[in-house]
């Protein structure tokens, strides 16, 4: 009997407690939980094909490899050495065995040759609008140009080990 009276007083005192709780609004949570679904929905992830290439005919710097993207081509490259280095991309051709010459679209981790920055450049990448996925080999060049000696130039990379998805 006694015990069934302490049951009765810890209940009747917790009761107040689990109105309080009830009370508290869950609203927070499920607006978080909203926005990362939203959040999520809104990410779409795009398609990348990659090859690797590791060409090394250029001495220290490596065409390491070539990623094709709904959009675009991507060329990445890398030095084994942190060099000094600049881009001016409207003086690169990059065409296919076809002839087929491919529009440069951006570059990314090295400064353009005609602005005040000089880094020391490890890796970067030139973008170029998408190359055909069928294609065998491509030439990628720069134009010799008085002021940057020292142009780059890869011929006939082969592309038969590449599996690029049509789209």
């Not at 009761?15 to 679904?37: M, S």
Request: glycine share 2%; proline share 5%.
């Amino acid at each position: 009997m006694l015990s069934k009276k302490i049951i009765l007083v810890l209940t009747l005192s917790l009761l107040p407690v689990g109105f309080a709780l009830a009370l508290i609004p869950n609203a927070p949570q499920k607006r978080e939980k909203e926005k990362t679904e939203r959040n999520r929905s809104a990410k779409t992830t795009e398609k990348v094909s990659c090859c690797e290439l590791d060409d090394r005919s250029q001495g220290d710097l490596r065409l390491v490899r070539l990623c094709l993207t709904k959009t675009n081509t991507r060329i990445f490259f890398k030095y084994d050495h942190p060099s000094f280095a600049c881009t001016i991309l409207e003086n690169v051709t990059f065409r296919d065995e076809t002839g087929k010459v491919y529009s440069a679209v951006s570059y990314e981790g090295i400064p353009r040759c005609q602005s005040s920055k000089s880094w020391q450049v490890e890796t970067f990448s030139w973008s170029f609008e998408r190359m055909d996925p069928k294609a065998k080999t491509f030439d990628l060049f720069e134009k010799e140009i008085p002021e940057f000696p020292g142009a780059w130039s890869w011929r006939e990379i082969s592309l038969k080990n590449c599996r690029f998805e049509a789209e």
